[in-house]
């Protein structure tokens, strides 16, 4: 058995995880539902924990599942984190170029260099990709950085001139490196999507997770609401997931040497 929670678990944020893992499992095991004791961290706690069939419990993109994980997992829940512009369950990415570029609009980064954290991030990769498509401008991809604050940290020292970081990301390196935030600055911010969702292995009693899943967020301290942004999960349809635009994959510039 698996469980993960390795989208959102920066260093300000992991006890507060722990704590709600806890809570999901002890609910979980009070209903005869076996449960790992802690969450995986590490490098198996992302691709290796979603695709492994003894996956109880872990969060997602909306990326990843609809390229390689749909009809091997099981939605569970979309997240509500809150966030300005958006519905329960969904989430943005934030557009953002260094504080010291001149260009103010999205549409004035025509070309321009943008560093994304992975090729099956629908934050970091597919939502810029279809913003900047829709406003008729090409941006053009340089630089994987492996996640969302390898993003900000590459833009921040001039690596690349804009990236798309989903909004809920934003607010958590902006406490956790508050420094290279303070080199950047947000242009602008797509269109919602729905938000990196809870899933369990296919075959897993999605209904007992959920419900254990409810009433562990249910039950945070304020100060573990307020470390992992949760204001509460709900349910969004497989549809919704699905009907997000796939922009392809990325094609990185040949290295020299």
Known sequence: ????????????????????????????????????????????????????????????????????????????????????????????????????????RVEDFDGARLVF?????????????????????????????????????ALSGGRADIAGIDAHSWRLIGRNDPAAVARLRVIGATDPTPATPFVTARGRDAAAVFAALHAAVGALSPADRAATGLRGIVRLPEAAYLAVPDPGAPALPAQDG
């Open 1 to 104: 058995m698996i469980a993960s929670l390795g989208m959102y678990d920066f260093p300000d944020g992991r006890a507060a995880n722990d704590r709600l893992w806890a809570g999901v499992r002890d609910r979980l095991r009070a209903a005869g539902i076996p449960a790992p004791e802690a969450l995986t961290r590490g490098p198996d706690a992302l691709w290796p924990a979603w695709e492994s069939p003894g996956l109880v419990l872990s969060q997602t993109c909306g990326l990843p599942y609809r390229a390689r994980l749909r009809g091997r997992v099981t939605l569970v829940a979309s997240p509500d984190y809150g966030l300005e512009g958006c519905p329960p369950g969904y989430y943005r990415s934030l557009l953002v170029a260094r504080a010291e570029d001149p260009r103010g």
């Open 117 to 153: 954290s992975e090729d099956l991030s629908q934050s970091g990769w597919a939502a810029p990709q279809h913003h900047a498509r829709r406003l008729g401008i090409a941006l053009r991809p340089v630089l994987r950085s492996g996640s969302h604050a390898g993003s900000v940290r």
